[in-house]
């Protein structure tokens, strides 16, 4: 595996200085050699001019959060993070690769969660690149790679939970989007290590059930909350029956017999607990008519 390997350059701008003035000096002995009649004197500086002119290609920019990865023959010679104009051995091939932090969007993919059911899942993925050379050399395509294996990831983790947790302690896609982010985040980096990418944040951005279950997802769902609701109602309901029974024995208000008391649970039930509010029958008689 190609590690990166930090390479100074010369700065650029005392070539510049330096390569104009060779230029102009090999240029005017060029002109006094041939006014000379110099034959072997004006070769020699027509090859030291063919020499710097080439000498020119040496010159490259390094903007902010970019680094240029060297090749000489096709071997690695180095990367230079240096910003500015910078110089170096002209026979150099200079690739820019971006440092900067880029983000990447998943497309909605439909894929079947742990329990089999088919969901809509989507993710957004925060990465940049932190070692050239390996996003140079040991991938093809380091962005591609990146789309590609972050998709991958995301299909994989989707496979890996439910949609929903039938349990409080199981880890959920909906239930638990923290958990699920940082797993994805790590699955990611495990996939792009080779190619010198850093993953720094990794999150769902759209989660849904499939289209063609949505409807029925819909209705179970309704229905979980209805029960919960009616629960959470009987329970209060209950609680306070029981409480108003238990005031009117400490008040000394009534003393109920069970047949009555049970009559009397009946009716606050049915009050608490219905839907609609309840129409009381005025009693003229006595407790027992």
């Not at 969901?119 to 996003?135: G, L, P, R, T």
């Not at 819909?218 to 329970?235: E, F, G, M, S």
């Not at 029956?241 to 009559?263: F, I, S």
Request: contains cysteine.
């Amino acid at each position: 595996m190609i590690k990166e390997q930090t390479r100074s350059a010369a700065s650029g701008y005392a070539a510049l200085v330096v390569l104009p003035t060779l230029t102009l000096l090999f240029g005017w002995l060029i002109v006094r050699s041939a006014m000379a009649g110099a034959v072997l004197a004006l070769v020699g500086c027509v090859l030291v001019l063919v020499v710097l002119v080439v000498c020119y290609n040496g010159f490259f920019m390094v903007h902010p959060n970019q680094a240029k990865v060297l090749q000489l023959f096709g071997k690695y010679a180095g990367s230079v993070r240096q910003t500015g104009l910078r110089w170096a051995n002209p026979l150099y091939s200079k690739e820019p690769v971006s440092l900067r932090v880029r983000n990447f969007e998943s497309s909605q993919m439909k894929v079947n969660d742990n329990s089999g059911n088919p969901v809509d899942i989507a993710a957004v993925v925060v990465w940049k690149v932190v070692d050239s050379a390996e996003a140079v050399f040991e991938v093809d395509d380091y962005e591609s790679f990146v789309h590609i294996q972050s998709e991958a990831a995301l299909r994989n983790l989707a496979t890996s939970y439910p949609y929903e947790a039938p349990g409080e302690d199981q880890i959920a896609l909906r239930s638990h989007p923290q958990e699920v982010a940082e797993r994805l985040r790590e699955e990611v980096q495990e996939r792009l290590d080779r190619a010198g990418v850093e993953v720094i944040e990794a999150r769902i951005t759209h989660l849904a059930y499939a289209q063609e279950i949505a409807s029925a997802m819909l209705k179970r769902q309704q229905a979980q909350a209805i029960v919960a609701a009616r629960t959470q109602i009987v329970d209060g309901a209950v609680g306070m029956v029981k409480m108003a029974l238990d005031e009117l024995k400490a008040q000394g208000v009534v003393d109920l017999d069970e047949e009555r008391k049970a009559n009397m649970v009946s009716n606050l039930l049915v009050v608490l607990c219905g839907e609609e509010n309840a129409r009381p029958v005025l009693n003229a008689g006595s407790l027992y008519n």
